[in-house]
């Protein structure tokens, strides 16, 4: 079964973070499909790559065996569109203790949420050589001020990173850090913070405060970090940090309006 491992966010030398996987064989007229989040230790050859979960699956008969043929290239052709790569060797099932140590404990933290803006149009006008050495930029930078800043990476996802901190002023403080870092690189970020509790599950992120921090980096623009009302609550203390009211947003999905700030520098 031929299968292609999200790129992007990864070089054949990194070891120790989480894609997206995507599987397809053909048989006759019928075309299996199976995709899901992967985790990925190792590197080179000693690459290991494991599902993080069960993942899904699809059939889809296509009546003959041409259409499953051409079905088969299209659905390729898009995904490697994504970004998606040919991955060699299997995709194992990790295995967890008995004692749910695939879990963490509920807990509160800050969540950010960051996001490249217009990384599509920047992609085709590099073409995917030279976009994916600035994507391997992008995350070392990333990376380098979390570590600074004592963020624990939670997810990349395509173009985005999601990190929770147990303080909110290292979470900000963080984002404005990524941001002077990346434009650099010629590419500008949107940036949202929330803060609440959350737990890790099969290692994604689950819990409404995971939902409403992508939110508010959705109604952020090109350049901008906005925090929720959440997050200036708890900065109350903190008089290094300014903040410009960015009025009451709808935020989809979630029930209620949620007051949002601009971080200024």
Same mark, same amino acid.
Request: hydrophobic share 40%.
């Given at each position: 079964?031929?299968?292609?491992?999200?790129?992007?966010?990864? +070089?054949?030398?990194?070891?120790?973070?989480?894609?997206?996987?995507?599987?397809?064989?053909?048989? *006759?007229?019928?075309?299996?499909?199976?995709?899901?989040?992967?985790?990925?230790?190792?590197?080179?050859?000693?690459?290991?790559?494991?599902?993080?979960? $069960?993942?899904? /699956?699809?059939?889809?008969?296509?009546?003959?065996?041409?259409?499953?043929?051409?079905?088969?290239?299209? #659905?390729?052709?898009?995904?490697?569109? =994504?970004?998606? /790569?040919?991955?060699?060797?299997?995709?194992?099932?990790?295995?967890?203790?008995?004692? %749910?140590? #695939?879990?963490?404990?509920?807990?509160?933290?800050?969540?950010?949420?960051?996001?490249?803006?217009?990384?599509?149009?920047?992609?085709?006008?590099?073409?995917?050589?030279?976009?994916?050495?600035?994507?391997?930029?992008?995350?070392?930078?990333?990376?380098?001020?979390?570590?600074?800043?004592?963020?624990? /990476?939670?997810?990349?996802?395509?173009? *985005?990173?999601?990190?929770?901190?147990?303080?909110? #002023?290292?979470?900000?403080?963080?984002?404005?850090?990524? +941001?002077? #870092?990346?434009?650099?690189?010629?590419?500008?970020?949107?940036?949202? !913070?929330?803060?609440? /509790?959350?737990?890790?599950?099969?290692?994604?992120?689950? %819990?409404?405060?995971? =939902?409403?921090?992508?939110?508010?980096?959705?109604?952020?623009?090109?350049?901008?970090? $906005?925090?929720?009302?959440?997050?200036?609550?708890? !900065?109350?203390? +903190?008089?290094?940090?300014?903040?410009?009211?960015? %009025?009451? =947003?709808? $935020?989809? *999905?979630?029930?209620?309006?949620?007051? $949002?700030?601009?971080?200024?520098?």
């Amino acid at each position: 079964m031929p299968k292609f491992l999200r790129i992007g966010v990864h +070089q054949s030398n990194v070891s120790g973070y989480t894609s997206k996987a995507w599987c397809v064989r053909r048989v *006759g007229p019928v075309v299996f499909l199976k995709w899901g989040a992967v985790e990925v230790q190792g590197a080179g050859d000693g690459r290991n790559v494991y599902w993080t979960r $069960l993942p899904q /699956e699809k059939t889809v008969r296509c009546g003959t065996a041409q259409r499953a043929q051409d079905y088969t290239k299209a #659905a390729i052709a898009r995904r490697r569109s =994504h970004r998606y /790569e040919p991955l060699v060797g299997s995709i194992a099932v990790r295995r967890r203790a008995a004692d %749910g140590g #695939a879990e963490l404990k509920q807990a509160l933290a800050t969540i950010l949420i960051v996001d490249i803006v217009g990384s599509t149009a920047k992609a085709a006008k590099l073409g995917d050589a030279r976009w994916t050495k600035v994507m391997s930029h992008y995350y070392a930078a990333v990376r380098k001020e979390l570590k600074t800043s004592r963020g624990r /990476e939670i997810v990349t996802t395509g173009d *985005g990173v999601l990190a929770t901190f147990k303080a909110p #002023a290292a979470g900000i403080n963080c984002a404005t850090a990524i +941001q002077k #870092a990346v434009r650099t690189l010629g590419l500008e970020i949107r940036v949202g !913070l929330h803060a609440g /509790e959350y737990k890790v599950s099969g290692g994604e992120m689950v %819990g409404l405060a995971f =939902h409403i921090g992508t939110r508010v980096a959705a109604k952020a623009r090109a350049g901008e970090v $906005l925090v929720s009302s959440a997050v200036k609550d708890l !900065l109350k203390t +903190q008089s290094t940090i300014s903040f410009a009211d960015h %009025g009451m =947003h709808q $935020l989809k *999905g979630v029930p209620e309006r949620w007051r $949002l700030y601009r971080v200024e520098e």
